[in-house]
């Protein structure tokens, strides 16, 4: 099995920058696709922004133009480069994997424990 641990998430006033970082315990088989989802109190968990196996990325439309997701490959690491931050992209912020962990398993979503972003106005 793979863990994913993310890291990063912390206080910042509005206008502010956090990069977060999501790093798997080892190398995946395969990988479909990877993602930053958030999920703020009593609302749904939302995708933030997608990376495809391919290098395609795809945002929601709240977080165009100020966040960049990337991948380092070699680090088994994923990121999240955060700009402009706004008080309503306070949230849990988690990462996740759609892929599978060995040759013999099935596609699964893999998912982090989540890292706290908050934005003060």
């Known amino acids: 099995q793979v863990q994913l641990v993310e890291s990063g998430g912390g206080l910042v006033q509005a206008g502010g920058s956090l990069r977060l970082s999501c790093a798997a315990s080892r190398t995946f088989f395969s990988i479909n696709a990877m993602g930053w989802y958030r999920q703020a109190p009593g609302k749904q968990r939302e995708l933030v922004a997608l990376i495809t196996s391919g290098g395609i990325t795809n945002y929601a439309d709240s977080g165009k133009g100020r966040f960049t997701i990337s991948r380092d490959n070699a680090k088994n690491t994923m990121y999240l480069q955060m700009n402009s931050l706004k008080p309503e992209d306070t949230a849990l912020y988690y990462c996740?994997?759609?892929?599978?962990?060995?040759?013999?398993?099935?596609?699964?979503?893999?998912w982090g424990q989540g890292t706290q972003v908050t934005v003060s106005s």
């Open positions: 996740n994997v759609k892929g599978t962990s060995d040759r013999y398993s099935t596609i699964a979503d893999y």
